[in-house]
């Protein structure tokens, strides 16, 4: 049973010579309406294994039972197989987590169940996922419900959608009308969503850095720490993103979001952001940081702190600018929660972890999915990263893990992508074991890519593990996927800073790239043998085609760079504009159109090389093969 996703603490098997296949057709009993919606739920899942199950509130004649358990703890359930099955569960939310499991058992014993008892509950109590929903990517509302259905089935119960600009904020139409935003209408049908499946839906709205979206139009550039830009981490010129925490008007800015996206959550927490603040001390709070260091950045959260519970909410901010400053971690609020958020295998949890306990402040650990900048995911960074969170969080205290997944870039990895990190982390945040782990791509092919030909899950392991061919690992991405970006000017210097970043060279010897490519080939051809029965089937070969197709003319566009002749540039032009129209394709099928152009508008430099090389093969020999329509 090694394919069920988040594993139970306990699996007692009495019997395993005798099994129960559940009926075709029975009765689900419940003791009262209060597990309603369970039982609804548990007969949905059952009617797609081709079950018919009716719901009554007496216990004669039914098959499978869900009721309570006297004293048992929140989240906590029992699961017993016999001639009938019984669900008791702490509260509503213990007894939808063992409806959860049995849906999996079912799937994953076609045969029938051996007579058993699951004894089981979460070693963390809060397990939450944060999508990034403001760099290009919207999701539709129907893609944020089958969202919170994969997740709520994997026994999470929070969900933070990040939030920068993509709320129709009330006069800041400017800011937001290009980017098909959340209306309050989607929060409010999302949130009653979310709360019959024990998902917390928690606001997430940055509220110092990342607001360039905001600074760079001139109604509000006037409020950034750094009007006229700055030069980021990577050495390029960036726009306006942080505000100046010393004007007072930022503040009355910040608040005045808050005012009209607060009222459409039921949360009584909410994660006000605050993470890479990138001028901050390098503009106009210059001499104030030179004079009083992490007191300005301080002074910012305990102002936003003071609004926060002002409303009755508990305050969450990014933890990585406080950190910097460890001597007034203690002077923190004890009723704020710190975001401890790192995404490779190598990053301190430990270390930082220990540092809030000791000063007893509340905190979360934030590993990543390894999704973005990558295009098809890093699978083993994933795992690395997420089992050193839980083992660390664990040890030290936190109070819950929120797993990120970001959409760095113009979010151009596809949803699936995320599932390896999504299910790992679920497994963790319940297990916070090492040695309780599932059969990782059994349970993905079973639970959620429901492949019948036991592909898919592999198929998508092997691309997730493209990314160490070239190297360097950790770098927050993939060169692959990054080299898209790359212009013949600059691809060596970033190149470099990546290198320096993972402390060892990428292998982008022509040699090494045409393997690539060939290794890609082969495994995307195993894509046609998959045999999904989800709805979906199609869109998900078509996304994890094209992302890995995108990832090959990465590799492709290495090749060029280094004057390999492998491939004409009519020829790159005509694959990247089929791609291009691939992933618009794609992307609409999930995603709202707002933010489509600005992610694609990032292919433009290499299409830019491309159509010039053409025009000037064209110019020198104009019946030559570059020069014939």
């Not at 409020?223 to 942080?242: I, K, L, N, V, Y």
């Not at 605050?274 to 940081?289: F, Q, T």
């Not at 600005?598 to 053409?614: G, K, M, N, T, W």
Request: contains cysteine; negative net charge; hydrophobic residues 40%.
């Amino acid at each position: 049973m090694q394919y069920l996703i988040p594993l139970p603490n306990a699996i007692t098997l009495a019997d395993t010579s005798t099994r129960y296949p559940a009926p075709l057709e029975g009765a689900i009993s419940i003791p009262d309406p209060s597990l309603l919606f369970e039982a609804q739920w548990l007969q949905r899942a059952l009617a797609q294994t081709g079950r018919t199950y009716t719901i009554q509130l007496s216990q004669a004649g039914a098959h499978i039972h869900l009721g309570y358990a006297d004293g048992a703890g929140s989240q906590s359930y029992t699961l017993t197989v016999d001639e009938d099955i019984v669900i008791r569960g702490g509260d509503a939310a213990g007894v939808f987590y063992g409806c959860c499991t049995l849906r999996q058992l079912v799937l994953g014993e076609p045969d029938g169940l051996p007579v058993m008892t699951i004894e089981d509950a979460p070693a963390y109590a809060h397990r939450g996922y944060m999508l990034d929903i403001s760099r290009d990517r919207v999701p539709t509302l129907e893609m944020l419900y089958q969202l919170v259905d994969e997740l709520s089935a994997l026994k999470y119960n929070q969900l933070q959608l990040y939030i920068e600009h993509t709320f129709e904020f009330p006069g800041h139409r400017v800011a937001w009308q290009h980017a098909s935003p959340l209306t309050g209408e989607d929060v409010l049908l999302l949130d009653a969503y979310c709360k019959q499946r024990h998902v917390e839906l928690t606001p997430n709205q940055n509220s110092l850095g990342h607001m360039e979206r905001f600074l760079k139009h001139e109604p509000y550039r006037w409020m950034a720490e750094s009007p006229q830009g700055f030069e980021g981490p990577d050495g390029a010129w960036r726009g306006p993103s942080t505000l100046n925490p010393l004007l007072p008007d930022s503040l009355t800015f910040v608040r005045g979001l808050y005012d009209s996206l607060l009222p459409y959550y039921s949360s009584t927490q909410f994660n006000v952001g605050c993470d890479e603040p990138w001028e901050l001390g390098r503009g106009k709070s210059k001499d104030a940081v030179a004079e009083r260091g992490g007191r300005v950045y301080l002074d910012w959260i305990l102002a936003l702190h003071k609004d926060v519970t002002g409303r009755g909410r508990t305050m969450m901010f990014w933890g990585d600018i406080i950190l910097h400053y460890p001597e007034l971690v203690p002077e923190l609020p004890k009723d704020v929660i710190v975001m401890e958020w790192g995404y490779e295998a190598s990053h301190p949890f430990d270390e930082n972890c220990a540092k809030y306990a000791a000063a007893g402040v509340p905190f979360y650990v934030c590993p990543g999915v390894s999704s973005w900048n990558s295009l098809v995911g890093r699978s083993r960074e994933a795992k690395g990263n997420i089992t050193r969170a839980a083992l660390d969080g664990k040890k030290h205290g936190a109070v819950g893990l929120l797993v990120t997944d970001w959409g760095d870039r113009g979010h151009f990895q596809p949803w699936p992508v995320s599932y390896i990190g999504m299910a790992y982390a679920a497994a963790m945040a319940w297990s916070a074991s090492e040695e309780r782990q599932p059969a990782l791509n059994a349970g993905l092919d079973i639970h959620v890519y429901h492949d019948s030909a036991r592909e898919m899950a592999a198929i998508a392991d092997d691309l997730a593990s493209v990314y160490l061919k070239v190297g360097p690992a950790q770098i927050n991405g993939q060169v692959l996927a990054y080299a898209l970006e790359w212009t013949p000017e600059n691809f060596r210097a970033k190149l470099k800073r990546f290198e320096a970043w993972g402390g060892h060279e990428a292998d982008i010897t022509p040699d090494n790239l045409r393997a690539v490519i060939q290794l890609i080939d082969s495994i995307t051809a195993r894509i046609d043998r998959t045999r999904m029965s989800r709805p979906d089937a199609a869109l998900i070969r078509a996304e994890w085609t094209t992302a890995a197709h995108l990832l090959r003319h990465g590799a492709k566009w290495l090749l060029y760079l280094q004057g390999e002749t492998d491939n004409a540039p009519a020829d790159l032009l005509a694959e990247i504009d089929s791609l291009i129209m691939q992933q618009r394709q794609n992307w609409l099928a999930r995603s709202r159109p707002g933010g489509l152009d600005d992610s694609i508008r990032r292919l433009e430099p290499l299409r830019a090389v491309y159509a010039e090389a053409i025009k000037k093969a064209s110019a020198i020999d104009p019946l030559g093969p570059a020069g014939m329509d």
